[in-house]
């Protein structure tokens, strides 16, 4: 059974940064992906980013993140990190991390797949 445990997020001024951190256990096979999604009141679930376990080139951002947060991996640790730079207003939401497993290939970590492992959720709020 694969656990994912959120770390990070918080408050911050629009144009600061945050790191939010995730780390998998019972997470046996480097077959699948991980990545942040994100959710309001009132809207639908959005894929931040993701990427897949087994070759860090294969990543996934939303357009409205790009070239503001970067994700990466810590193989050893089983740990994925999201970094977010110049935020913004809009970016405040619930950060869910997620993983997929397995999976045959970096094309299966694209956000419009079925996730199946789910943290509990960590609160991003970035004021003006």
């Known amino acids: 059974q694969v656990q994912l445990l959120e770390s990070g997020g918080g408050s911050v001024q629009a144009g600061g940064s945050l790191t939010l951190s995730c780390t998998a256990s019972?997470?046996?096979?480097?077959?699948?992906?991980m990545g942040w999604f994100r959710q309001t009141p009132g809207k639908e679930r959005e894929g931040v980013a993701t990427?897949?376990?087994?070759?860090?080139?294969?990543?996934f951002y939303a357009s409205s993140v790009k070239g503001r947060f970067t994700i990466s991996q810590d193989n050893g640790k089983n740990t994925v990190t999201l970094q977010m730079n110049s935020l913004k207003p809009e970016d405040t939401a619930i950060y869910y991390c997620?993983?997929?497993?397995?999976?045959?290939?970096?094309?299966?970590?694209?956000?419009?797949?079925?996730?199946?492992?789910w943290g509990q959720g960590t609160q991003v709020t970035v004021s003006s």
């Open positions: 990427i897949y376990i087994r070759d860090s080139d294969y990543t």
């Open positions: 019972g997470y046996t096979s480097d077959s699948g992906c």
């Open positions: 997620a993983a997929r497993t397995p999976v045959r290939s970096g094309g299966y970590c694209d956000p419009g797949y079925d996730y199946n492992y």
